[in-house]
């Protein structure tokens, strides 16, 4: 299997895509996720232990963790990249969304805009993920523009987009 049909693999299932990547010899003590995840390594290795059974996963090797399944995560010593897929039952709660950001390693931070502000097309060198807590944003990028509401949640890469906030009270 390579990433294309392992992403499409994942939206067929219901699965949100997430690509990310963890630093060199991160370890992640015994935890438990609240949606079930699946993941694809691109390059580096992530050690995946559950039941108390290490299991190394490399470049093309893909891994299940259901929710609710306690596991550790060890990283290797030249970091992990991979795509991963997660599936919750039910919408996502702000919570979850701000412990999934610092679990990969994001920073966290509150903020807003006003009313009818609009960004001029830009571009960023890192990766953004947006939850919507009020009001409305749409996001243009790629030749087309998706809006996006209070609970709804988007990512974007590094590249162009440009955002018009619209605030409804």
């Known amino acids: 299997m390579d990433r294309l ?18 630093t060199p010899n991160l370890r992640v003590a015994n935890h438990c996720c609240d949606f079930d995840a699946k993941l694809f390594v691109l390059g580096g290795e992530i050690t995946v232990t559950r039941d108390n059974k290490p299991e190394i996963f490399r470049a093309g090797q ?13 990283v290797g010593p030249e970091g992990v990249a ?4 997660r599936r919750r039952n039910g919408p996502i709660t702000r919570e979850a969304f701000e412990s999934d950001l610092r679990r ?6 509150h903020g807003g805009q006003t009313a009818g502000f609009t960004e001029d097309m830009h571009a960023h060198d890192f990766d953004v993920r947006i939850m919507v807590l009020g009001g409305e944003i749409t996001v243009c990028r790629n030749g087309g ?8 949640h988007c990512e974007s890469g590094t590249g162009r987009c440009r955002l018009h906030h619209y605030w409804q009270g």
Do not use: I, K, W
């Open 145 to 152: 523009s998706e809006t996006f509401r209070a609970g709804d």
């Open 5 to 22: 049909e392992f992403e499409a693999g994942l939206r067929r299932e219901g699965y949100s895509v997430v690509n990310a990547s963890l």
């Open 104 to 109: 990969e390693g994001f920073e966290v931070v």
């Open 82 to 85: 991979y795509v991963s897929g």
């Open 62 to 74: 893909c891994c299940e963790v259901p929710a609710n399944c306690m596991h550790a995560e060890h």
